[in-house]
């Protein structure tokens, strides 16, 4: 059987993929789209540690349940709200969007 | 040390993942980057059946694949135009490479500190599903998060039409 250590390691690189295009990337699809790798990230954790240090196999599953629920709220709402930013800024880049910069 | 069939799949799937993630951190195109966030879902997917829960797999590819997925397609298409990226300027590039490369250097570390077990504590569940159902909607189990994040939908989803209305 593969260790859980890879498992580990393999949530642990796409976790940093994640976080590397949130913060270099400006537009804010792609901002979005690398929560989702983090979300996945944290995804593959729960069920891995459930798979191999749980009893009854069932907790890491519902966890998991609720983070897609999460992930799928938080995708509609900023997909939402880029759009509106959309309507009035046309741009969706994040740097350009500084209405409340001091 | 051999491998057995199991993490034969497994590094290939893993690295497939991961090259699929970083082309998609780093693709030029906001299309092209959708694709491949697709092919990074399917690739955690695939680690489920692996991990031996096919029901999360089958979410994976419902929710992600067939939800997410659609939802970044339509959300360029009505953004027409910012198809695109400009790059951010070089300096604050290399610092989100260097933050996550100490990220992931970090765990890498505190992970290989710990003795993790190398085997599942239980076989595979074979057909619980019910079980997860019981889980989800009893009382002793997950009832109230269960019926709340069916609310925190309803209003996000509720919120985001609001939101993103034509005025």
Avoid: C
Avoid at chain 1, 56 to 65: H, I, M, P, S, T
Avoid at chain 2, 117 to 132: F, G, I, K, M, R
């Amino acid at each position: 059987m593969v260790p859980l250590s890879w498992y580990l390691i393999l949530a642990a690189a796409l976790f940093s993929i994640g976080l590397y295009g949130l913060l270099a990337r400006r537009n804010l699809v792609m901002l979005l789209m690398s929560l989702e790798l983090l979300l996945n990230a944290v995804n593959i954790n729960l069920i891995a540690f459930s798979r191999y240090l749980e009893e009854g196999q069932v907790v890491g599953r519902v966890f998991a349940l609720f983070v897609y629920v999460i992930a799928a709220a938080e995708t509609a709402l900023g997909l939402a709200i880029m759009i509106a930013v959309w309507r009035t800024r046309q741009t969706v880049a994040v740097d350009e969007i500084d209405t409340l910069k001091g | 040390m051999t491998l057995g069939f199991g993490q034969i799949a497994f590094l290939v799937i893993a690295a497939l993942t991961v090259a699929a993630a970083l082309a998609m951190v780093l693709a030029r195109h906001i299309f092209h980057a959708i694709l491949l966030m697709i092919a990074v879902f399917v690739g955690v997917a695939a680690l489920y059946v692996l991990l031996g829960v096919s029901f999360m797999a089958g979410m994976q590819l419902f929710i992600y694949v067939g939800g997410v997925s659609v939802l970044a397609v339509l959300a360029i298409m009505v953004t027409r135009g910012f198809m695109g990226d400009r790059p951010r300027p070089a300096r604050s590039t290399y610092g989100a490479a260097v933050v996550a490369a100490s990220v992931f250097g970090g765990l890498t570390w505190l992970i290989l500190q710990v003795p993790w077990p190398s085997e599942p504590l239980v076989p595979a569940p074979q057909n619980d599903l019910a079980v997860l159902g019981q889980v989800l909607v009893s009382r002793a189990g997950y009832a109230v998060p269960f019926e709340l994040a069916s609310l925190l939908l309803f209003v996000v989803l509720l919120g985001a039409l609001y939101i993103a209305r034509e005025r």
